[in-house]
C-alpha cells in the first residue's frame, strides 16, 4: 500500500516536470533556430528573474492574475468557459474607478464601495452570459467573446470628456476623476519599491474560493454539475440555476483582477489601463489545475517569465521569446496532464484486473481444495 | 444523389434526411423573393431617411472586404467542427496565417504570401489536431493555447525578421512587416462603369441595385473570388460526395463510423489541418489587404468567424450571411456610417413592425407586443435624433449577434459529437 502512494506522488509531480522540460525543449530549439545559444538565456531569465526589484516586481504583476485565474477557474469547475473575465475585469475596474473619483469620504469607508461596485459590475456583465445561456442555450464561450468586445466599446463611450472622463492635461491622455489620496490602499514598503497591499485581499480570494468549494454544499454542487449534469440534476441540484450564480462569482471575482492596480498604482482608470489579463487567467488556471495553491503557482511563473524576458534584452536576446516559453508551457502543460491521466488510469485497470485475477485464483484453489 | 449515399450508413441517414427536411421549406424562388423583399424596403427606408450610404457601391466593397477573412475563418470553423473538432485556434491559426503570408508577401511575391500563410495555418491546425485527436486534450483548452502560442512565436519571429537588414531598411519594424505588393483585383469592364452613373442618380430602387452590383463587381481582389470558390467547393466537398459524408459522420457519431470502416482520426486530422489552411487564409487576405503584418492585426476576427459559423448552424449558406453582416457593420464603422446606422434604425423598426404583424396573425399575442414595443421605440429613437453616437455603430454586430443567438440558439444544432473527445476504439 506504501508503495503505491509513492508511485501517485510520482506520477502528481510527473505532470508538471514533463511539462516544463517540454516547454524549454521547445524555447531551446526555436532559439537556436534563430541562431540563438539557448542555455545562456536560460541562466540570464534566472539571474535576472530573481533579483530583489524583480521579486517585487512579480509580487506586483502575479496579483491580478492569480485573482484573473481564480475568476476563471470558478468556471473551469463547473465546465463553463468563462472568457469574458478580461471585459468584465474592464469594465468593473472603469466604473470602480469612475465611482472612487466621484467621492470623497473616508478611506474606511470609500475603499470597501469601489471594491463592491467592481464587484457588482463584474458579476452583473457575467450574469449576461449566465442568463443567455440557461434562458435562450446561447454557449458561453461566444457570448462572452461578444461581451468582451461590447465592454471596450462602453468604456470608449463613458470614457470621454464630460462623460465620465477628465482630460488629463500632463499626460495628453483622456481618465477618469483620480482617487482622493484618503482611499488609496496601504503598501508593503521594501527596499525597493513597494509590494501592492491588495495582495492580502488576492490570498484572502484563494481562501475563500478553497473553502467554498471543498468544504461546503454549494461548492459540491457547483463541482457535481462540472462533473456530470444529468446526474447533479437527478440529486436534486437545479443546473440552471447553479450556471447563473456560479457565473455571478466568476464575474464578481473578475472584478477585484483590477483592483490592485487601480488603488495601489494608478489611482485612476485611462486607456493604458492593463489589458489582456482575462487571457492570462485561462493560462494560469490551467497551469493551477484550478487548485488554488496551484493557480498562485502559476500565476508567478507567469510574472516570472515575463520580468525575467526583460533582463534578455542586455544580453542580446529578444524578449519577445517570452511568448514562445508562454505558449508552449501551456501546451505542454495540458498534454502532459492528459498522458499522465491516461497513463495513470490504464495503470490503476491494470492493477485491479491483477487483484481480480490473483482473488478469482484463490477462489478457484477454495473451490478445489 | 445524396440519398443514395446516405443510406449506406445507416445511424447518420435519419439524422441527415431530417435535417435536410427541416431546411428545404426555403425553396430557391422563395429565397429569391425574401431578398427581392429586403432589397425594395432597404431602399425605400435609404430614401426616406436620405442615407445614401446604406446601399452605396463603397459601402458594398467595403462589406465585402471585411466579410471575407471573417467568412474564411468560419469556413476553416465549419470544416473542423463538422468533424467533430471545437477550434478556438482559429484565431491563432489566423495570425500564423497574418505573419507567414505577409513574410513570403514581402520577401518573394503576393501569390507566394498566400501559399505560406495558408501552409502556416495548416501548421497550426495540423498542432490543433495532434493535441486534440491524437493526446485527447480538451478541445477548447487546447485551442486557447494555440492561440497564446501562435501570437508569441509570431511576435518573436517579427523581431527577428523585419527588425533586422534589408526589412528594416524598406519599413519593417518588430510589430510591422515592410510593405506587400498588391494582388491582382478585377473589375469587369464596362458594366462597373455604367453602374456607377446610375448609382449617382439616387433612384429608388435602381440606384441601390446599382450600388450594390457596382460594389460586388469593381475592384474584387482575386483572394476574394478565390473564397468564393473555396464556400461553393466545401458545400460540394462536405454534402456531395462521400468523404464529405464520411467526414460528417465522424462528427455526428464516430463510434458509428469507426464500425463502417471509417478511418475516424484520419478525418479529423484532415478536417482540422484545412481548417487551419482556411484560417491562414483569412489570415493572408488582412495581410495583403493592408499590406502589411501588423501586430495584432486579426483582433479576434478567428472567434468572430466562430461566431458567425454558429449564427449560420454550421451550413455554409449561413456562415456566409453571418460574416456579411459583420462586415457590413464593419465597413459602416470604417466609413463613420453614423448617418447610416441612424437609417438602419428605421429599417430595424419596420422589420420588427412586420414582425409584430406576423406573430398577431399566428395568434403569438404576447410576442407581438414585444416586437410593436421595441417598433415604436426605435421609430421614436429615429424620430428624434439625427444621428446616433459612433460606439452604436462600433457595437452593433456584436449585439446583433447576441440578438439573434439569443433568438435563434434553440434552433441551432451543432453535428451531435462537437467537442467531445474520443478515443479509437471506444465504443467497445
Known amino acids: 500500500m506504501k508503495k503505491f502512494d509513492k508511485d501517485r506522488v510520482l506520477l502528481g509531480l510527473a505532470a508538471p516536470v514533463l511539462s516544463v522540460l517540454g516547454a524549454l525543449i521547445v524555447t531551446g530549439l526555436v532559439l537556436l533556430a534563430s541562431g540563438k545559444e539557448p542555455f545562456h538565456a536560460f541562466h540570464v531569465m534566472l539571474t535576472y528573474g530573481s533579483k530583489s526589484d524583480s521579486q517585487v516586481y512579480i509580487l506586483n504583476k502575479a496579483t491580478p492574475y492569480y485573482l484573473s485565474g481564480l475568476a476563471v477557474a470558478i468556471g473551469f469547475r463547473m465546465n463553463l468557459f468563462n472568457i469574458g473575465v478580461d471585459g468584465q475585469y474592464r469594465l468593473a475596474a472603469f466604473f470602480a474607478a469612475a465611482v472612487g473619483g466621484s467621492m470623497s469620504i473616508p478611506g474606511v469607508i470609500q475603499i470597501p464601495i469601489i471594491i463592491l461596485t467592481a464587484m457588482v459590475v463584474g458579476a452583473a456583465w457575467a450574469a449576461i452570459a449566465g442568463v443567455l445561456k440557461v434562458t435562450r442555450g446561447v454557449s458561453e464561450v461566444i457570448s462572452t467573446i461578444m461581451l468582451n468586445s461590447i465592454a471596450g466599446i462602453v468604456i470608449g463611450f463613458f470614457l470621454q470628456d464630460g462623460r465620465l472622463g477628465v482630460t488629463d492635461k500632463l499626460a495628453n491622455t483622456i481618465t477618469t476623476k483620480p482617487i482622493p489620496p484618503g482611499s488609496h490602499l496601504f503598501n508593503f514598503t521594501t527596499q525597493t519599491d513597494p509590494v501592492v497591499g491588495f495582495i492580502v485581499f488576492a490570498g484572502l480570494a484563494g481562501v475563500v474560493y478553497w473553502f467554498v468549494l471543498s468544504r461546503t454544499r454549494f461548492g459540491f454542487d457547483l463541482r457535481s454539475v462540472g462533473r456530470s449534469d444529468s446526474a447533479a440534476q437527478a440529486s436534486g441540484v437545479s443546473v440552471k440555476k447553479m450556471v447563473v450564480v456560479s457565473m455571478l462569482i466568476s464575474g464578481a471575482m473578475a472584478g477585484l483582477v483590477g483592483m490592485s492596480t487601480l488603488l495601489n498604482q494608478s489611482y485612476q482608470f485611462s486607456t493604458d489601463f492593463p489589458a489582456g489579463i482575462g487571457f492570462t487567467g485561462i493560462a494560469v488556471a490551467l497551469l493551477g489545475r484550478n487548485n488554488p495553491i496551484g493557480i498562485a503557482i502559476g500565476a508567478l511563473l507567469w510574472a516570472f517569465l515575463e520580468r525575467a524576458s526583460n533582463g534578455l534584452e542586455f544580453e542580446g536576446y529578444d524578449k519577445e521569446i517570452v511568448g514562445v516559453i508562454q505558449g508552449a508551457i501551456v501546451l505542454a502543460v495540458v498534454i502532459a496532464y492528459e498522458l499522465v491521466r491516461r497513463y495513470g488510469l490504464a495503470r490503476q485497470q491494470r492493477q485491479v484486473g491483477a487483484e481480480l485475477a490473483a482473488a478469482g485464483s484463490d477462489d478457484k484453489q477454495e473451490v478445489t481444495a | ?428
Not at chain 2, 468560419?74 to 489566423?94: D, P, Q, T
Open chain 2, 1 to 428: 444523389m445524396t440519398a443514395t449515399a446516405t443510406q449506406t450508413p445507416p445511424p447518420a441517414a435519419p439524422r441527415a434526411a431530417g435535417g435536410k427536411g427541416g431546411r428545404t421549406r426555403l425553396s430557391v424562388p422563395v429565397i429569391l423573393l425574401i431578398v427581392a423583399a429586403a432589397i425594395i424596403v432597404v431602399s425605400a427606408v435609404r430614401a426616406i431617411a436620405g442615407a445614401d450610404d446604406v446601399t452605396s457601391s463603397g459601402q458594398i466593397a467595403g462589406a465585402l472586404t471585411g466579410a471575407v477573412p471573417i467568412a474564411l475563418a468560419g469556413l476553416g470553423g465549419l470544416w473542423s467542427e463538422r468533424a467533430g473538432v471545437v477550434n478556438i485556434g482559429l484565431e491563432g491559426m489566423m495570425i500564423l496565417g497574418t505573419f507567414f503570408g505577409a513574410w513570403a508577401g514581402w520577401s518573394l511575391n503576393p501569390w507566394m504570401g498566400v501559399l505560406a500563410g495558408v501552409l502556416g495555418g495548416m501548421a497550426g491546425g495540423l498542432l490543433h489536431a495532434i493535441v486534440t485527436v491524437t493526446f485527447g486534450v480538451d478541445q477548447i483548452i487546447a485551442g486557447v493555447a494555440i492561440n497564446i502560442l501562435a501570437a508569441g512565436v509570431t511576435a518573436y519571429l517579427a523581431k527577428r525578421i523585419f527588425n533586422v537588414g534589408k526589412a528594416a531598411t524598406e519599413g519593417g519594424t518588430p510589430k510591422q512587416s515592410p510593405p506587400i505588393e498588391d494582388i491582382k483585383s478585377f473589375t469587369v469592364p464596362g458594366l462597373s462603369h455604367w453602374l456607377s452613373t446610375l448609382e449617382k442618380h439616387h433612384w429608388f430602387l435602381i440606384s441601390d441595385l446599382a450600388g450594390i452590383v457596382g460594389g460586388l463587381v469593381t475592384n474584387i481582389s482575386s483572394l476574394t473570388l478565390l473564397a468564393v470558390v473555396l464556400f461553393v467547393a466545401t458545400f460540394f466537398v462536405l454534402w456531395r460526395t462521400s468523404f464529405g459524408l464520411r467526414l460528417r459522420s465522424c462528427g455526428e457519431n464516430p463510434v458509428a463510423a469507426e464500425s463502417l470502416g471509417v478511418n475516424v482520426y484520419l478525418y479529423k486530422y484532415v478536417a482540422v489541418t484545412v481548417s487551419g489552411g482556411l484560417a491562414g487564409l483569412g489570415g493572408v487576405f488582412l495581410a495583403i489587404g493592408t499590406h502589411f503584418y501588423l501586430e495584432g492585426q486579426t483582433s479576434g476576427r478567428g472567434y468572430i468567424g466562430l461566431a458567425a459559423m454558429i449564427f449560420g448552424n454550421w451550413r455554409p449558406g449561413g456562415l456566409a450571411m453571418g460574416a456579411g453582416l459583420f462586415g457590413y457593420a464593419d465597413s459602416l464603422q470604417l466609413r463613420s456610417g453614423s448617418d447610416s446606422v441612424h437609417a438602419l434604425l428605421l429599417l430595424l423598426a419596420v422589420l420588427l413592425l412586420a414582425m409584430a404583424i406576423w406573430k398577431y396573425v399566428r395568434k403569438a399575442y404576447v410576442s407581438a407586443g414585444f416586437a410593436l414595443g421595441f417598433a415604436v421605440l426605435l421609430a421614436v429613437w429615429y424620430a428624434t435624433t439625427d444621428t446616433v453616437a459612433d460606439e452604436i455603430v462600433q457595437a452593433s454586430p456584436y449585439v446583433a449577434t447576441l440578438l439573434v443567438m439569443g433568438l435563434s440558439a434553440q434552433r441551432l444544432r451543432m453535428p451531435k459529437a462537437d467537442g467531445l473527445p474520443y478515443r479509437k476504439g471506444q465504443g467497445g
